[in-house]
């Protein structure tokens, strides 16, 4: 109980009932008022994303907004520029952005019943398509994930690229076992970096 419903309460029998009745509810719709601030007509509030060319997606405010946020502004410059953003999946069963014409030209057709990856990104200058799951409220792609990724766009005219995005260290930590071979890994606290789960592929000195 908070100590205002409880001076409330301590103020009975001298405050009349009805003002005892009338305070409590003033304080219970003044709660109500702070929780409508985030949202619409029921709804979470939304939030935009302009991607270079001029794309805006429109996602629900929260998590999976922050870090879809700082992978378009921070990943893609940095390790696939000039790249054309084809998805964006919205938190449930909603998209944010979905350029089914693009997705096509590269072969894939939509699947309804296939979970798409949260963002889809084709890199054109290598030509690879890039499947990429923003790890907020659910796991990393693990060897089951990838295979199934790896179905939905068996048909995709350009190379697979798997990474699995996480807000912070920590945050992969928790799903270190998890994390599937031949997958990358980005970190939003440490956006020019990746970490590749590839084995010998990498194996060397750096300069």
Do not use: C
């Amino acid at each position: 109980m908070s100590n205002r419903a409880q001076k409330i309460l301590d103020s009975f029998p001298k405050a009349p009932l009805t003002d005892v009745a009338d305070d409590l509810l003033h304080q219970a719709n003044g709660k109500l008022d702070r929780k409508r601030k985030f949202t619409i007509g029921g709804q979470k509030s939304m939030a935009s994303i302009t991607a270079d060319g001029g794309v805006t997606i429109q996602l629900k405010a929260g998590k999976h907004y922050r870090l879809i946020k700082v992978l378009i502004e921070e990943f893609i410059p940095h390790f696939v520029p000039a790249s054309k953003i084809l998805y964006v999946g919205d938190t449930g069963d909603k998209w944010g952005y979905f350029d089914e014409a693009g997705l096509a030209a590269l072969g894939v057709k939509m699947d309804m019943h296939g979970k798409m990856s949260d963002v889809v990104i084709h890199y054109p200058a290598k030509n690879w398509i890039l499947l990429i799951e923003t790890v907020t409220s659910h796991g990393p792609i693990n060897a089951k994930r990838r295979e199934e990724l790896a179905q939905l766009f068996a048909a995709s005219t350009a190379g697979a690229v798997y990474v699995t995005a996480f807000p912070t260290r920590v945050d992969m930590a928790r799903y270190l076992t998890d994390i599937s071979w031949e997958t990358e890994v980005w970190i939003a606290e440490s956006p020019t970096h990746l970490i590749h789960f590839n084995g010998e592929r990498f194996l060397g000195p750096y300069a």
